[in-house]
């Protein structure tokens, strides 16, 4: 029996995974709409929109952190009013909703992962408005909403911290990332079938409702992705010069430690996604990654 998917944000880095994803399954019947299709901000488009459909992943965000600090009545506009608008839609047609969410909404201040249950407290704009659509989802769909918080997302389909490393490799001698902040590096495709899953989960009734923790296992600083990046794909890693965060002032304040638990994966009889290095491989081999490596490797124009 088919199930009616729709997918916002479609055009975007994990939106368009997720499409590739379900595009694979014969099952699915799917509705893939860009931020010009669908603006989530208007609750009306927002009602026709999901009319029809079983589940939804929302994957449309503002994502922009430090315009969100400068801007944060537009960021939660969208972040916050528009997931609201979004669960309202799906509490009144009974469909299932996966919000993509962020380890923003935590203060960084924890020596152990956060767990799922965890206090939030953000320090920025941009976790207060994602933060904002959490409540809304738990607010208005108990039973049916399902959060998935994701952290330092990378892929092939769209401007990422892994693809821009490769990139300046091919033009730079040395390159200084920021060695004190931890996190988990998570490749989209990962998340997209673990998003993808979990829909199926919660159709079946496998998965309860609530908070999933779609961080990669393990844990990094960006110095040590980018060194990781350069390593799998033949460059010399010491390139890479490990420096503070003060090396690079933003108008939004980062939290230093981003690493989260993925208890309810388990609780749920699901398995959470693998370790970030393992991913990183596998995204890698991707053909996209692939001819970034081989453009680095090859020029010899250093600045």
Known sequence: MS?????????????QDVL??????????VTGLSREQLDITEPGAVRVAVTGHRVVVNCAAWTDV?????????????NGTGVRHLAHACADSGAFLLHVSTDYVFPGDARRPYPEDAPTGPLNAYGRSKLAGERAVVELLPRTGYIVRTAWLYGARGPN????????AARRDTLDV?????GQPTWSRALARQLTALGRAALTGWAPAGIYHGTAAGRTTWCGLA?????LS????????????????RPAARPAFGVLGHGNWLRAGLVPLPPWDD???????????????????????RT
């Open 3 to 15: 199930t009616t998917w729709l997918v916002t944000g479609a055009h975007g880095l994990l939106g």
């Open 20 to 29: 590739a994803e379900l595009a694979a399954d014969p099952d699915a019947v």
């Open 66 to 78: 430090d315009a969100a600090e400068r801007s944060e009545a537009a960021a939660t506009a969208v």
């Open 161 to 168: 911290f892994v693809a821009t490393m490769l990139e300046l």
């Open 178 to 182: 920021v060695a004190d902040q931890h």
């Open 227 to 231: 060194r990781e990046a350069f390593r």
């Open 234 to 249: 033949g460059l010399d890693p010491e390139r890479i010069r490990p420096v503070g965060s003060d090396k690079f002032p």
């Open 279 to 301: 991913q990183l491989t596998a995204a890698l081999n991707a053909p996209e990654f692939a001819a970034l490596a081989a453009a680095a490797r090859t020029s010899t124009r």
